[in-house]
């Protein structure tokens, strides 16, 4: 609202009129709305008055011969609200509540909020731009006791105070509305060996899980470093159904049965003491499955000629192959769905399977992804792309470097992770062990570039929002993210101001597991949800290794070096995966406690 003010008598005001009491007054931005005039006597006017913004309503009685300022132009009174500050005394705050501070008397005032977190108000500032500056940023202030915050309230002068409470959780239904899902067992086939307990010991541990790779088919790459799973998943399992599977099926099915088992199923599948077959299903992410069948048929046509082509090239090449597999080996007939959406397909694998289960089509889901795509023709087309870390496994640190000032690209890798996920009721009422709600998932689309990320960050923090709402959460909730990372240069730094955004001031701690495993791929969201799992169900953030120095423009509580506890408050954690092409996907987790 433009002003130029300028000085009439208090006989010449009007309803509508912008007035300053004072040069003062005007010279501080300190006016009001004049609502009615009522004469009071000959010599004096009675001014009942509102802040322009809103507020109470105040009465002066002044000398008719004096002179006030006013605006240049009118306001519609109708539209000034009658305000009152909330009583914050009686209030009793919860993590996740705001309050705001708006100065009424000013027309172009802001709301200066604050949003409460693990105890202490912090300073809700706008997220970050995508050319802002670290160096210009200035610390951020150290929270507000709930006192403090009182206090400030108390002594607002010309302010007024609103308390929001943090939104509701949305109630879950045992009759037909959206159910409550949950997570009881996990499986898990990684670089840092085959089961969950090899993944959780290794991440804790810091152990790196990335290797040469020195078999003459990659003799002449520029990149030959990858997390490769350590055994040949093939001899685990009975040998008529190895041959049928390709490499990312073999890693599914026995990431898939370890998790069946976990979950307290018969290990024979659903034809044991399992569900019903048909109120089961699987649901797993994969970008291509096994690139080595494809590249074996074309060979072997080009050597022997069509004889020499298997009949399973075809069904061992599809990605759909994992799901199709573990549900054969389970015996699981109620669906078996394949998600491809490049690195984020493990994590939207699980969340399509999470609404599956809440909106009744199945009661179990076993859910996450597999690849196997550490091939020649993969590795160079990686490097051509020069999308792969020139880091060598010589100096002791990982070559794949999360978050770190080093970093120059990402580490390819192998292996599968999946979640039992069930309905709650089902879980409770077979007296299952529970790790955590599988609370809520989010998704986006950069629209920026076939491989680069948005810079801004702009959609990542939209999916980041659309995973906390579906949860029914708040930022203020969240005590960890497990971060997508890596490590290149522009997706880390795109990913850290998305956290930022939504986080805002927010110390939560982050860790990045690609120093250990490298990027898995289609199977990554999968192998991290069930690390995310674990971090809540155990209340430790394993380190990320390979950040030997963090790059300062990250702005994260990078947890590195050692283990760190779980922060006490607070209940939700956030597992991140985002592909090229602009594939953007987040799983929000929370903890159950007692």
């Keep these: 609202m433009r002003r130029t003010p300028h000085t009439v008598t208090v006989a010449e005001l009007v309803p509508g009129d912008l007035l300053a009491l004072s ?54 009174t109708a539209g000034i609200p009658l305000l009152t500050s909330a009583n914050l005394r009686a209030v009793d705050f919860r993590d996740g509540d705001r309050v705001g501070f708006l100065r009424t008397v000013d027309p172009h005032a802001v709301e200066d909020t604050y949003v409460r977190r693990w105890g202490g108000w912090n300073h809700d500032t706008p997220g970050d731009r995508a050319d802002d500056h670290a160096d210009d940023r200035p610390e951020p202030p150290l929270p507000l006791s709930d006192a403090e915050l009182r206090k400030r309230a108390a002594e607002a002068v010309d302010h007024v105070v609103r308390h929001r409470p943090r939104r509701a959780r949305p109630a879950t239904s045992r009759t037909g509305g959206p159910r409550r899902v949950v997570v009881t067992g996990l499986g898990a ?37 990858a997390g490769t799973v350590p055994v040949d998943p093939a001899a685990l399992l009975p040998r008529p159904q190895a041959r049928r599977m390709n490499r990312a099926a073999q890693f599914a099915v026995l990431a898939a049965r370890e998790a069946w088992r976990d979950a307290g199923f018969d290990p024979a599948g659903t034809t044991g003491s399992g569900p019903s077959p048909e109120r089961v299903g699987v649901s797993a992410g994969a970008i291509l499955g096994d690139a080595s069948v494809l590249v074996g048929g074309d060979r072997r046509l080009r050597e022997k000629g069509p004889r020499g082509v298997s009949p399973l090239t075809t069904p061992m090449t599809v990605p759909s192959q994992a799901a199709s597999q573990v549900s054969l080996a389970l015996r699981i007939t109620g669906e078996a769905r394949t998600v491809t959406s490049a690195c984020a397909s493990g994590t939207e694998a699980v969340g399509e399977a999470v609404d599956r289960i809440r909106y009744g089509r199945i009661d179990v889901a076993l859910a996450g992804g597999a690849e196997a795509v550490v091939t020649p023709a993969i590795m160079a087309s990686f490097a051509a792309m020069r999308a792969l870390s020139g880091h060598g496994l010589g100096d002791g640190e990982s070559p794949s470097r999360p978050f770190a000032r080093d970093r120059d690209g990402f580490v390819n890798g192998e292996g599968a992770g999946f979640l039992l996920l069930e309905a709650e009721e089902h879980a409770r009422a077979r007296g299952a062990r529970i790790y955590c709600e599988a609370a809520g998932w989010g998704l986006s689309a950069d629209a920026h570039h076939m491989a680069a990320p948005d810079p801004s960050g702009a959609q990542v923090a939209l999916a980041l929002r659309r995973a906390l709402a579906d949860a029914g959460a708040e930022a203020a909730d969240v005590v960890h ?114």
């Design 481 to 594: 993210v497990n971060a997508h990372a890596t490590a290149t240069v522009d997706g880390d730094l795109a990913e850290a101001r998305a956290l930022r955004s939504v986080l805002g001031g927010c110390r939560v701690p982050v860790t990045a597991l690609k120093g250990h495993l490298g990027h898995l791929q289609g199977a990554a969201g999968g192998v991290e949800a069930v690390a995310t799992v674990l971090t809540l169900h155990h209340g430790l953030v394993p380190p990320t290794i390979g950040c030997a120095e963090q790059d300062p423009a990250i702005e994260l509580d990078v947890v590195t070096k050692a283990p760190r506890p779980l922060p006490a408050r607070g209940d939700v954690a956030l597992s991140n995966s985002f592909g090229f092409g602009g594939h953007n996907a987040v799983l929000a987790l929370r903890r159950v406690r007692g």
């Design 23 to 76: 040069a003062r007054d005007a010279d501080a931005d300190r006016w009001y709305v004049v609502m009615h005039t009522l004469p009071v006597c000959p010599e004096s006017i009675r001014v009942t008055l509102r802040p322009p913004l809103g507020g109470a309503d105040r009465d002066e009685e002044l000398d008719r011969n004096r002179t006030v300022t006013v605006g240049d132009h009118r306001v519609d």
């Design 189 to 225: 086939v990684t670089p840092l060996g085959v089961g969950v307990g090899d993944l959780w010991a290794g991440l804790l541990e810091g152990r790196c899980g990335i290797r040469e790779l020195d078999g003459e088919e990659f003799a002449g790459l520029p990149v030959r470093v």
